[in-house]
């Protein structure tokens, strides 16, 4: 059986959009820049658009393709792939795979524009292609042009992680950097790792014919998400998909063989072997920093990843870092989120330090694009539990409008124990990742469950689950209150003997 491969960007016209077009020529540095932002990514897009925005002189330097992971190799085709699934068509896997291959890659072409070359230029944003390190702690040097800055912007990112596993490198693992860029989709997949990426490529690839397999050495998949959560969405990998899970599984070694690749594997004591056409490592995710010269800028780590404050400064005061190359958790989001901070600690003047932009304090959600997804905010049930904190969860099931459609799914809060104190929301669901607005919008302004209780919303609809959840917590904090009850009596005559 041939590999599956990789195709070059000249055979994708939306990639030379991404990648140096041919003819480019860098432009001529300028004697200063306000902001010099290295990587195009979903970080560096925005620190560089924002700041061209206000009027700064910015360049942006990018070492391989514009649009970093989200548009080439995560969110955009991944998402296009699980929305293909859910309408699979051709008549064979094989077919379905094809059909699947070439619709995520003409979605992902139709995005493209947004962060290509000549966007950018037209904004007025210098643009580098080449890699960039540092030389000082105020210029970078790329492509034999020396870079001076005022401020800069590390939003370099980062990069699938290998584990040390004996063999794997000579398997030729995909990962999310050359899985997406395949000319054919394998027939049978062994995926590394049951985290976030790993369970959406699982299923949308199980629902288009092809035969796969979850390797997890922890248990339970992930484990990040509530507890019920996982088991809803397991149930329908397993029964209703056909992916096959092994959790608490150690991979001793890989090996390469005429049909594909062998793992040989570990599970309670027992030595099992597992064959599949391809292998994807879906298990972790290093920083971005090589080649950067970091100490040259006076720029120290904190493990692997760049040490910044909650003003993502790093030690060296005129450079900040964004994004992904940060650390974990690893969200389109959350790049953007960090951009618009690092613009305004950068570029604006702060008088006693007033003013800044906090990183910790961004209320940061995460959605899990499955079937069902899984949207969560704040805190679980469970690490609300291990922090110590006394909370009480409540639980709601589907509206009237989810099983009116077949859906199944809940909303839990967790809220701050004798309040309406919202510390976490889970939402499972197949329009998870809309439901859990209101989650982010109690958590950043730190209004209560109560005021939500007034909203009066159309029926049938699925966020009606919200003011059901809110009354059930309104509720119950009524029945634990005594003045409450007694107050209620007095105004109401209830328990009265009252004239007609």
């Known amino acids: 059986m041939t590999s599956p491969g990789t195709f070059s960007p000249a055979d994708d016209p939306a990639l030379l959009a991404l990648v140096r077009p041919p003819g480019w020529v860098n432009p001529t540095a300028r004697a200063e820049y306000d902001l010099v932002v290295i990587g195009g990514g979903a970080a560096g897009l925005v620190c560089a658009m924002g700041a061209a925005g206000l009027g700064a002189r910015v360049a942006l330097v990018e070492r391989h393709r514009l649009g970093g992971d989200c548009l080439n190799t995560g969110c955009v085709p991944s998402k296009a792939l699980a929305a293909i699934a859910r309408s699979a068509s051709g008549v064979t896997p094989q077919e379905r795979l094809e059909n699947a291959r070439l619709t995520f890659r003409q979605r992902r072409a139709e995005l493209a524009p947004h962060d290509s070359a000549s966007r950018l230029a037209g904004l007025g944003i210098d643009l580098f292609f080449g890699q960039a390190a540092f030389t000082g702690p105020d ?3 790329v492509a034999g042009a020396t870079l001076h800055f005022r401020k800069a912007g590390l939003c370099a990112g980062a990069s699938p992680a290998l584990p040390p596993i004996p063999g794997l490198a000579d398997c030729q693992p995909l990962t999310t950097d050359s899985f997406f860029d395949l000319d054919r989709l394998p ?4 995926i590394v790792g049951a985290g976030p990426v790993g369970v959406e490529l699982a299923q949308s690839l199980a629902r288009l014919g092809c035969v796969v397999t979850l390797v997890e050495q922890g248990y339970p998949i992930l484990p990040r998400e509530d507890g019920d959560a996982v ?5 329908v990998l397993v029964e209703t998909d056909g992916v096959r899970v092994h959790t608490e599984t150690r991979i001793q070694r890989a090996e390469k063989v005429a049909n594909g690749v062998r793992l040989h594997l570990l599970t309670d004591g027992n030595t099992h072997l597992l064959e599949a056409e391809a292998v994807l490592v879906a298990a972790g995710r290093v920083p971005n920093t090589a080649g950067l010269d970091l100490a040259q800028a006076g720029i120290e780590l904190d493990g692997p990843f760049p040490r910044v404050d909650r003003y993502l400064q790093t030690t060296n005061p005129k450079v900040y870092a964004a994004g992904d190359v940060t650390g974990p958790p690893y969200l389109t989001h959350r790049s953007g989120a960090h951009a618009k901070v690092v613009i305004q600690n950068a570029l604006f003047w702060h008088p006693l330090g007033l003013g800044k ?3 910790d304090r961004l209320v940061i959600p995460r959605c899990l694009h499955t079937d069902p997804a899984i949207a969560q905010v704040g805190l679980t049930a469970e690490e609300a539990e291990e922090a110590g904190l006394p909370s009480v969860v409540y639980t709601e099931s589907a509206t009237d409008r ?5 859906e199944t799914g809940y909303l839990r809060l967790v809220v701050a124990a004798g309040t309406d104190r919202l510390l976490g929301a889970t939402v499972v669901g197949r329009h998870a990742g809309e439901l859990i607005f ?3 919008e109690l958590l950043q302004t730190g209004r209560g469950l109560n005021s939500l209780t007034p909203l009066v919303l159309p029926y049938p609809t699925r966020m ?3 003011t059901r959840a809110a009354q059930q917590a309104r509720a119950s904090l009524f029945k634990q209150s005594a003045w409450q009850q007694r107050l209620v ?5 209830f328990g009265k003997n009252r004239p007609v």
């Open 139 to 141: 210029s970078i040097a």
């Open 489 to 493: 009596r007095w105004l109401t005559g």
């Open 231 to 235: 088991q809803v969405l397991q149930r």
């Open 438 to 440: 209101p989650a982010v």
């Open 187 to 190: 027939a049978s997949l062994a």
């Open 464 to 466: 009606e689950i919200w």
């Open 357 to 359: 932009a906090r990183a």
């Open 402 to 406: 989810a099983r009116l459609e077949g």
